[in-house]
């Protein structure tokens, strides 16, 4: 699988019912803390749609995920990815996609650090992250309650600018969807 594969483009209002079936889909959800999926409404997918940092994550022609990407409080960006099709996922999808999101954001200039929080649980996840160079400031037992009041530890990780790397074969898919 080479990285042109895989790219990236800017949430449109047309994807709305894609990402309200995936958002409702429990085993979709249940990686992030929604064992019985995300009810979302209509207006609100579109309100962030209409922010511009929500992403699709494309195989040619077909959207496969989405990701996102938001400036926090302490001015450093935090970003989620999900590869949301079932048969898509472990295929080295998620990586491309989430280098091509970073790329974007540290090639724009954004910040200098990248955080994210995962659950404890999301091995694979944290694998993934850890491999793009993710590295755990801090960890928390109990501080998620899903909808199920079940508690999660989760862990925060982050990456700095300086940390990034790609592999010298990586073909981005195209990053002029971050402004």
């Known amino acids: 699988m080479t990285s042109v594969e895989i790219w990236l483009r800017k949430a449109e209002e047309g994807d709305v019912a894609q ?3 995936w958002y409702l889909d429990p085993e979709t959800m249940r990686h992030v803390g929604f064992p019985n999926g995300l009810s979302e409404e209509a207006e609100d997918i579109l309100a962030r749609i209409e922010s511009g940092t929500r992403l699709m994550i494309m195989k040619g022609e077909q959207a ?23 048969d898509e996922r472990g295929r080295g999808y998620g990586k491309t996609s989430l280098q091509l999101l970073l790329q974007a954001i540290f090639e724009a200039g ?32 109990a501080d998620f309650i899903d909808e199920e009041q079940k508690r999660h530890a989760v862990q925060h990780m982050a990456l700095q600018k300086v940390d990034f790397w790609l592999p010298e074969d990586f073909a981005s898919g195209g990053c002029d969807f971050i402004k």
């Open 19 to 21: 990402l309200l079936a």
């Open 64 to 86: 496969i995920g989405e990701c996102n990407y938001r400036q926090t409080e302490t001015g450093s960006y935090a970003v989620g990815i999900k590869v949301c099709e079932a």
């Open 110 to 141: 954004l910040t200098e650090e990248i955080e994210l929080t995962v659950l404890q649980e999301n091995r694979r996840a944290i694998g993934l992250y850890e491999k793009v160079g993710f590295k755990t400031t801090d960890r928390r037992e």
